[in-house]
């Protein structure tokens, strides 16, 4: 498996923004599907935003359209996610995810996943 590594999670009140990363081996990152989910204790996953990192493609999902967006360093093997006008319902631990799960049925990619260790994003009222 690819290894990935999160960062920037943490607390923030309703209202503001803050920047996921998530940097992949250069294996892991190139001409493959990487994204980020979120899920939180008794629900499902859920997909949150899709890249494909050949092309730049991008989906995210209607539930965060307009608030958050998806991007990607190709000089640095790092997805983004910018997360803004954030909501107390946003709280959840969100993966960044690389490989045919993260493709989100936007596209077709063989492989295997990676997953990595999840990084916690809590918003207060």
């Known amino acids: 498996q690819g290894q990935l590594q999160e960062s920037g999670g943490g607390s923030v009140q309703a209202g503001g923004s803050l920047r996921l990363s998530c940097v992949a081996s250069?294996?892991?990152?190139?001409?493959?599907?990487m994204g980020w989910f979120r899920q939180t204790p008794g629900k499902e996953r859920e997909g949150v935003a899709h890249?494909?990192?050949?092309?730049?493609?991008?989906h995210v999902a209607d539930s965060v359209k307009g608030r958050f967006d998806i991007s990607r360093d190709n000089a640095k093997n790092t997805i983004y996610l910018q997360m803004d006008a954030l909501k107390p319902e946003d709280t959840a631990m969100y993966y960044c995810?690389?490989?045919?799960?993260?493709?989100?049925?936007?596209?077709?990619?063989?492989?295997?996943?990676?997953w990595g260790q999840g990084t916690q994003v809590v918003v207060s009222s």
């Open positions: 995810a690389a490989g045919p799960t993260a493709c989100g049925g936007h596209w077709i990619m063989p492989g295997t996943d990676s």
């Open positions: 250069d294996y892991t990152y190139r001409d493959n599907c």
């Open positions: 890249i494909y990192t050949g092309g730049g493609s991008t």
